[in-house]
């Protein structure tokens, strides 16, 4: 009898670390391998790959925060995700009530990565908006956001989430930028009573609402004869993309004023010939560096707000730091934002300084 109950014992106990074995396993797959999300409806639904820190076809009811993360140019989602789930750690959050989320924009030359069947973009057109190359359907990369965001604000199945935040750095921070001016599904998930935040890093280039340009610390009608191109769209609205049409600059800045924006810029973001930077004469009519293009736009919402027009935006220089996404989003202000909790003690962050408008 006792050696049967000796036996029934170790049975148990190999049954208990097997489990834990398997869901530890399991956890790790999800903290390295992309998941498939299926989009969109009927006859436009497609599938595209997402990394996330949760297995989205479990019950994911008891999320609480979605943090969505953008990636930059090399459309590198594993970086980005490696690293987003870093910070979560050290902001000493539950895991478990936060959806870190981190889409990856397949290029075409990516096609032999698993993307088969899946929408791909042309180079860096992903991060303006612009549509897929391959797929049965033009499908613009903000649809995909569009998509992805109204899946995640479902109350059925995340009833208890109040904020959302889409976070992007570099080639992700212009995709963001853009696309907190242009989408139209903000104020449906507000209506959800959920805030959605965006937080802008690091970007080469912004989206103007008119042809003014930063001279110094002053703004002047931009002499076209110098640079032609340099209010088409992704740089202003002229020729802007099919998913963006249908309202004025005016109408555009008094609705992207009202939303809720955070500015992230890297004090050290100086160098005019980082192999990244936008170099083309319409992204250099808005500046010679990243912190400068930023500066300079930040004064032109100002100058476009007037006295009659409130600014929902906030803006933060994150001292030392350059053209890293890891110490942008993993400074003071980064932490704050992204998980709304200072890093926990002991955290190599960097300090950030207000930048007032």
Known sequence: MAHFTIRLVLNSIRIFFTAL????????????????VRLGTGAESYEFPVYANHDLKSNLKGIREIVLIIHGINRNG????????????????????????????????DLAKGFERMPLWNNREWSGGLDAQENPFALSSFKVLDDLLLKVTEKENFPEVTTVTLAGHSAGGQLV?????????????????????????????????N?????????????????PAFNNYRYGLQDIIPYAKGKTGQELFKRYAYRNVVYLMGGADTDPDHKYLDKSCAAAAQGSTRLSRAQAYIRYERLLAGRSTKINHLAYEVQGIGHQQEKIFGSTCGMTILFQHHPLKGTDSAICQPYLF
């Open 78 to 109: 594993d970086d980005y995700f490696a690293a987003g789930q870093t910070l979560l750690k050290q902001s000493g959050r539950n895991e478990a009530e936060i959806l870190l989320l981190v889409p990856n924009y397949p290029g075409i030359t």
């Open 177 to 209: 930028q853009r696309y907190a001016v242009l989408n139209q599904v903000d104020e449906e998930i507000r209506g959800r009573s959920m805030d959605l935040r965006y937080v802008v890093a690091n970007p080469s280039s912004f989206l103007y609402f």
């Open 21 to 36: 074995l398997l869901t530890l396993t399991s956890c790790l797959a999800y903290a390295a391998d992309w998941q498939r």
């Open 211 to 227: 042809t003014l340009r930063p001279v110094e610390r002053s703004f002047k009608e931009f002499p076209a004869e110098q640079c």
